[in-house]
T-cell receptor, first 112, second 111 residues
Framework: EPEVTQTPSHQVTQMGQEVILRCVPISNHLYFYWYRQILGQKVEFLVSFYNNEISEKSEIFDDQFSVERPDGSNFTLKIRSTKLEDSAMYFC??????????FGSGTRLTVV | QKEVEQDPGPLSVPEGAIVSLNCTYSNSAFQYFMWYRQYSRKGPELLMYTYSSGNKEDGRFTAQVDKSSKYISLFIRDSQPSDSATYLCAMRNTNAGKSTFGDGTTLTVKP
């Protein structure tokens, strides 16, 4: 069964450093998303991406965040200057035009 | 008021029981309703996807949507220990785009 692949599975970074989280969505999906989940809290929407541009973003997705689809397969989330409160599980997801998402297994980001 | 409210749980049932998981919502524009299962430190896994009001069945799982009451449910028949997980409801108002998730209900099925 097709799956969404995320790397790395765990990233530890110092406050103020830049991190790039990587995702390979399902190949025939057109819609891509990043969500995050702080430990013990709900899954929160960050951004959706379609046709090589951001289609929607949340208030969490401020100027410190950016997304890119640098080639035909990868989808990345960059956090420019990490803060302690950015520590969370970050999930990439993809979908067809209709239907639910397929999520990746997530990247656990720890900012120290 | 939260846009999506989910019965908080936790819920503990014996193996073989029927489980009912529920969410209410306030945004009448929601048209697409999903249920996901999430194991600890894993990504959510799509269980059910429904559009508008009605019932949908898939094996031991039945999803119900009542848009007039802004209420959705997931029923699990003949529950198994492997069903032990956190269940998340999610909904959105467009065919593709942002989904709003409930807080999740943690279910434990005891052998």
């Amino acid at each position: 069964e097709p799956e969404v692949t995320q790397t790395p599975s765990h990233q530890v970074t110092q406050m103020g450093q830049e991190v790039i989280l990587r995702c390979v969505p399902i190949s025939n999906h057109l819609y891509f998303y990043w969500y995050r989940q702080i430990l013990g809290q709900k899954v929160e929407f960050l951004v959706s991406f379609y046709n090589n541009e951001i289609s929607e973003k949340s208030e969490i997705f401020d100027d410190q965040f950016s997304v890119e689809r640098p080639d035909g397969s990868n989808f990345t989330l960059k956090i420019r200057s990490t803060k302690l409160e950015d520590s969370a599980m970050y999930f990439c997801a993809s979908s067809e035009e209709y239907g639910g998402y397929t999520f990746g297994s997530g990247t656990r980001l720890t900012v120290v | 008021q939260k846009e999506v409210e989910q019965d908080p749980g936790p819920l503990s049932v014996p193996e073989g029981a029927i489980v009912s998981l529920n969410c209410t919502y306030s945004n009448s524009a929601f048209q697409y309703f999903m249920w996901y299962r999430q194991y600890s430190r894993k990504g959510p896994e799509l269980l059910m996807y429904t559009y508008s009001s009605g019932n949908k069945e898939d094996g031991r799982f039945t999803a119900q949507v009542d848009k007039s009451s802004k209420y959705i449910s997931l029923f699990i028949r003949d529950s198994q220990p492997s069903d032990s997980a956190t269940y998340l409801c999610a909904m959105r108002n467009t065919n593709a785009g942002k989904s709003t998730f409930g807080d999740g209900t943690t279910l434990t099925v005891k052998p």
